[in-house]
């Protein structure tokens, strides 16, 4: 077990370092997996925070570049209270959209509920298979909503291909 919370721990991906270090190799490596399969449409949902956000991660904004765009939507605290945001790393070009906590909203530091208490939604449009994600205060007022429209973009060739002769087979 690693139990953070001393002044050189850090319990996030960023490292407060433009280069990409330590947890960061692994964020890395998973990047970029998903980028050399084609594997399209990656959304990370991150719970155990003490404010609310949504990020978009950028390749162009980088110091490592080989990755797709995706965004990340932060969603807490529900019960606890509310401290953050810190500076964004730079290492994978995010940039806020959207960001609330005590940090962003000229409240002090780790506020009790119900100060700054927020709970996520996200829905699929099964017609368009556009995702909503929504962040919503306790009191149920959305705060922030964003739609991503899914890329259609064909997995790679090889899979094309493939369906097409499933379909010859079938007429």
């Not at 119900?114 to 009191?139: C, K, V, W």
């Amino acid at each position: 077990m690693i139990v953070t919370g001393g002044p050189t721990d850090r319990d996030s991906w960023g490292q407060n370092d433009p280069a990409v270090l330590g947890r960061e190799l692994q964020l890395r490596d998973l990047l970029k997996f998903i980028k050399d399969r084609n594997i399209k449409n990656v959304v990370s949902i991150t719970a155990d925070v003490h404010f609310a956000a949504a990020v978009q991660c950028e390749p162009e904004r980088a110091v490592f570049k080989a990755f797709d765009p995706f965004w990340e939507f932060v969603i807490g605290p529900i019960n606890a209270g509310a401290f953050g945001p810190g500076q964004l790393d730079p290492s994978f070009g995010p940039e806020y959209r959207f960001v609330r906590g005590p940090g962003s909203s000229g409240f002090p530091a780790n506020l009790p509920p119900p100060n700054l208490q927020f709970f996520g939604y996200m829905e699929i449009d099964g017609r368009t298979a556009e995702l909503t994600a929504r962040i919503h205060s306790i009191t149920g007022e959305i705060v922030y909503e964003k739609t991503l429209i899914p890329d259609d973009e064909p997995r790679d060739r090889e899979d094309d291909d493939r369906q097409d002769d499933d379909r010859q087979d079938q007429e």
